[in-house]
């Protein structure tokens, strides 16, 4: 006699209908909601699950880390065309765009040499009265 071996823990709630509303979100539905543009937080609002079991599934299903995806490239364009038309908050706008590997970081270089002549030694400088 074999036993079978059975799953533990409890059973994934994600299915074809969570998959189906998942990407409704993606597609316009996070506008329903209202969000101005979609994001996971929003999208685990809307299947009432928190965002680390939004990470969970996309890591269990390839079709779930798509959605997850698509989530992060819809919401990257979105930023750029609402923060170039001035619809969204600049600063608002400039913060997010760091999730998405922008920064404003400005790299200065200086090259070049710096000669003193010093006619008399630096002693003579720091003299005592």
Known sequence: MSKEKRPVGRPSELNAD????????????????????????????????SREC????????????????????????????????????ATITKMMMTKHGYSDKVENEVSGSLNMNIDRPLSDLFEEE
Do not use: H
Not at 28 to 35: C, W
């Open 54 to 89: 939004m990470y969970e599934w996309a890591r269990q299903n390839n079709e779930f880390s798509d959605i997850l995806s698509a989530i992060q490239i819809t919401q990257e364009m979105m930023l750029i065309d609402g923060g170039l038309s001035g619809d969204f908050n």
């Open 18 to 49: 969570v998959i189906e509303c998942a990407w409704a979100y993606v597609k316009g539905g996070f506008r329903d909601v209202p969000n101005l543009i979609p994001s996971i937080a929003g999208l685990a609002f809307v299947l009432g699950k």
